[in-house]
C-alpha cells in the first residue's frame, strides 16, 4: 500500500529515519497493536499506569 510518504522527494525522505517511516506506513489499527506493545513494556520496566497526583487541582486531597 502507497502512502503519501512514499511520494515524498528522495531528499526529504533521506532525512527521515527509517523507523520513523515505517511507523507513518502502517494503518491506524496497526499502530495501535504496536503502541499496546510499548505498554506492555513500560509496565515490565516498572512502569506505573497510576499518574501523578496533582497538586493544583482543587480535586486534590493529600493523604493524612
Known amino acids: ?3 503519501k510518504f512514499d511520494k515524498l522527494r528522495p ?3 533521506d532525512m527521515i529515519e527509517e ?3 515505517d511507523w507513518y506506513r ?3 489499527a ?3 497493536i504496536e ?3 510499548l505498554w506492555e513494556v513500560f509496565v515490565l520496566f516498572g512502569g506505573n ?3 501523578e497526583p496533582d497538586t493544583q487541582s482543587p480535586f486534590y ?3 493524612a
Do not use: H, N
Request: proline content about 12%; overall charge negative.
Open 11 to 13: 531528499a526529504v525522505m
Open 49 to 51: 499506569y497510576d499518574p
Open 35 to 37: 503502541s499496546q506493545k
Open 26 to 28: 502502517m494503518s491506524p
Open 61 to 63: 486531597i493529600p493523604e
Open 19 to 21: 523507523e520513523v517511516l
Open 1 to 3: 500500500m502507497e502512502t
Open 30 to 32: 496497526e499502530r495501535f
